[in-house]
């Protein structure tokens, strides 16, 4: 709750800023915000539903919070926002859906009872944190899936950041017409969240 309210006025904050400073700043601050959300969020998934639904519940999460609502309903009414009433107004809307789901994590999620430290040394592995690290990076799933992230987010960053430029300023669309074709990579990103993790539930 703490990091999406975090994030809802690292946006804000974007759009008071004055100079390329404070805003590198404020968006590194968001950055910095938002990377334990969606891990939080899976965590809750995986301990809360049945393990042969958890495949596509995990879509379901990461499809409608990140890639319908972020990759494709962002990019069409954000612009069309900035295009219409300024960059700033843009920024702040965009921090009004996080304060409404931190709302709504406050009302519904429960904290788990904390766990002592003996029940933490109980539950520990045998040769602690760095023997259990070695059995994970043992699985050479684990590692392939950990290569295709590292690669998968460079292209997230990339893409995301420079393709409304080259749409613009190399191919020459409006602003308009640009939103929308980064709006379809979003629509992409929704479909197969849903349809790769569901099939997870069914391939072992």
Same mark, same amino acid.
């Given at each position: $709750?703490?990091? *999406?309210?975090?994030?809802?006025?690292?946006?804000?904050? #974007?759009?008071?800023?004055?100079?390329?400073?404070?805003?590198?700043?404020?968006?590194?601050?968001?950055?910095?915000? =938002?990377?334990?959300?969606?891990?939080?969020?899976?965590?809750?998934?995986?301990?809360?539903?049945?393990? +042969?639904?958890?495949?596509?519940?995990?879509?379901?999460?990461?499809?409608?919070?990140?890639?319908?609502?972020?990759?494709?309903?962002?990019?069409?009414?954000? $612009?069309?926002?900035?295009?219409?009433?300024?960059?700033?107004?843009?920024?702040?809307?965009?921090?009004?859906?996080?304060?409404?789901?931190?709302?709504?994590?406050?009302?519904?999620? +429960? =904290?788990?009872?904390?766990? *002592?430290?003996?029940?933490?040394?109980?539950?520990?592995?045998?040769?602690?944190?760095?023997?259990?690290?070695?059995?994970?990076?043992?699985?050479?799933?684990?590692?392939?899936?950990?290569?295709? #992230?590292?690669?998968?987010?460079?292209?997230?960053? $990339?893409?995301?950041?420079?393709?409304?430029?080259?749409?613009?300023?190399?191919?020459?669309?409006?602003?308009? *017409?640009?939103?929308?074709?980064?709006?379809?990579?979003?629509?992409?990103?929704?479909?197969?969240?849903?349809?790769?993790?569901?099939? #997870?539930?069914?391939? =072992?």
């Amino acid at each position: $709750v703490l990091a *999406t309210v975090l994030f809802a006025l690292c946006s804000v904050a #974007s759009g008071l800023v004055a100079s390329f400073a404070a805003l590198l700043v404020a968006r590194l601050l968001m950055g910095a915000a =938002e990377v334990g959300i969606m891990p939080l969020s899976q965590s809750l998934v995986a301990t809360q539903v049945d393990p +042969r639904r958890r495949g596509l519940s995990m879509g379901i999460v990461q499809g409608f919070g990140s890639s319908l609502m972020g990759s494709f309903i962002a990019p069409v009414v954000l $612009v069309a926002i900035a295009s219409t009433w300024g960059w700033r107004n843009a920024f702040f809307l965009a921090g009004v859906p996080a304060l409404f789901v931190a709302l709504l994590m406050a009302l519904t999620i +429960r =904290e788990e009872p904390p766990v *002592t430290r003996r029940e933490a040394r109980a539950a520990a592995p045998e040769g602690g944190m760095g023997a259990a690290l070695r059995t994970v990076l043992a699985d050479g799933n684990v590692l392939r899936c950990l290569v295709l #992230s590292i690669v998968f987010v460079g292209y997230l960053v $990339v893409c995301w950041t420079f393709m409304p430029l080259y749409l613009v300023q190399q191919r020459q669309f409006d602003a308009t *017409t640009m939103s929308w074709l980064m709006g379809v990579l979003g629509i992409a990103a929704t479909l197969f969240s849903f349809a790769i993790t569901g099939l #997870s539930d069914r391939i =072992e």
